[in-house]
């Protein structure tokens, strides 16, 4: 009986769900934004959250609702140092990292400022890609 019990389970098992984090680290990690999606069972919608963070001054957590599923890109754009612009799509959103403050824009920005990156699930699996152009200094000491 143990054993039927324990085959039983198995699937069970087999169906839990996923959490993913992918981040942009500013000033060495001590300002941060990160991208999380979460999954309650293999199957289930994802949920995004987006964690603004300055250690160890504030961290927020806000949740981005109808982001999801496998096809998630959101782009970051650079306004002045600790200013983001964050687009997904048709949602356009302002984030900073002094105090940890977020929100939706109600129309695209005129001018979003520079790329320098976005998340994306590439493979099932959400990541940061960079893309900032880095100082001809800097990349020759790589």
Not at 6 to 14: D, S
Not at 37 to 47: I, N, V
Request: proline letters at 5%; glycine letters at 10%; one cysteine or more.
């Amino acid at each position: 009986m143990k054993h039927l019990l324990a085959v039983l389970l198995v699937p069970l098992l087999a169906a839990c769900g996923d959490t993913q984090h992918a981040a942009y680290m500013i000033a060495g990690g001590q300002h941060s934004l990160t991208l999380t999606r979460g999954q309650d069972f293999m199957g289930s919608d994802w949920t995004t959250e987006l964690v603004v963070a300055r250690f160890p001054d504030c961290q927020r957590r806000y949740a981005l609702t109808g982001l999801g599923g496998d096809k998630l890109k959101m782009d970051v754009y650079r306004t002045e140092p600790g200013v983001f612009i964050l687009n997904a799509g048709k949602r356009w959103y302002v984030t900073e990292t002094k105090t940890c403050r977020f929100e939706q824009f109600k129309e695209a920005p005129p001018v979003p400022g520079d790329l320098i990156g976005s998340f994306q699930v590439k493979d099932g699996t959400l990541e940061y890609k960079d893309q900032e152009k880095q100082a001809p200094a800097a990349a020759a000491k790589q």
